[in-house]
């Protein structure tokens, strides 16, 4: 009042003033005219879970957290020592793969690929080449039963999963694991669009080594990821091996892979 008074302005008139303001600025937010600025949005990065499976997520989230995989000694001692003993005994059929692939085709024996591995980090991948060298591309163009691209000597390797050896040198090295979730190239498509714009979680398989083999594989998603259904499939079995992983659990899906991959021949 005391100010009001000073600049010779009735109390009555300042009060009037204060409330034709405030009515601009609801007019002006009713009117959908308020800076951008203003308006918050948020960003999920993680799938939300529904009331009901709130409280057995968060238990499984604790159990996850006491065994996880990525940190856990006695997985990496595992590998290293399997690893090892499987590249000694495979060492005579790697010499006999590596023959074949030179007498039928020209290019080198191994196919080296960068991949996502352990936190988002690329690597290079070993493989026994089953493809044409010229037809060989970057990798987000995955092959296709009857792909015209593959070897003859390519097709027994990939239908045996033979030409998986060599990433047994990656186990040793520490890049992969011998189980775990199965590594992409960066801008793998999945149903014609980027992997991680259809599953909008698609980064948390990377929390944990990448494996030769791995749950989503002896659970039938192996292979194309041209359906959607799959592809998602695909992480959610992912992301389920990483929160209940243990050596046991290790142990079985090898066994599976051996079963269903070596000797029944179900890849192409």
């Not at 009555?12 to 003033?17: E, G, I």
Request: aromatic share 8%; with cysteine.
């Amino acid at each position: 009042m005391v100010r009001a008074a000073v600049l010779g302005i009735p109390e009555v008139q300042q009060k009037a003033s204060a409330m034709v303001s405030t009515f601009s600025i609801a007019r002006l937010n009713q009117d959908n005219t308020t800076p951008r600025w203003q308006q918050r949005r948020s960003i999920s990065v993680r799938p939300v879970a529904y009331a009901g499976h709130v409280k057995h997520r968060i238990q499984r989230r604790l159990a996850s957290a006491r065994a996880e995989p990525s940190t856990s000694i006695g997985k990496r001692v595992f590998d290293v020592t399997a690893a090892s003993a499987a590249l000694l005994f495979f060492a005579p059929l790697w010499i006999a793969i590596a023959i074949a692939i030179k007498a039928t085709s020209p290019g080198p024996v191994l196919f080296q690929q960068y991949r996502y591995g352990y936190r988002n980090r690329s690597f290079k991948i070993y493989k026994f080449r089953s493809m044409r060298s010229d037809a060989c591309d970057a990798g987000t163009k995955q092959a296709v039963q009857g792909d015209s691209r593959v070897t003859r000597v390519g097709k027994i390797l990939r239908m045996t999963s033979l030409d998986e050896i060599p990433q047994l040198i990656n186990v040793v090295k520490g890049d992969m694991s011998l189980v775990g979730p199965r590594p992409h190239v960066p801008g793998m498509l999945a149903a014609d669009v980027p992997y991680e714009d259809l599953v909008p979680y698609y980064f948390q398989r990377h929390t944990t080594r990448p494996g030769i083999t791995g749950l989503a594989q002896v659970s039938g998603c192996r292979g194309s990821t041209v359906e959607p259904e799959l592809a998602i499939a695909r992480i959610d079995y992912d992301l389920d091996y990483i929160e209940k992983w243990s050596l046991r659990m290790d142990i079985a899906i090898i066994a599976r892979t051996i079963r269903r991959e070596f000797l029944s021949g179900s890849a192409f």
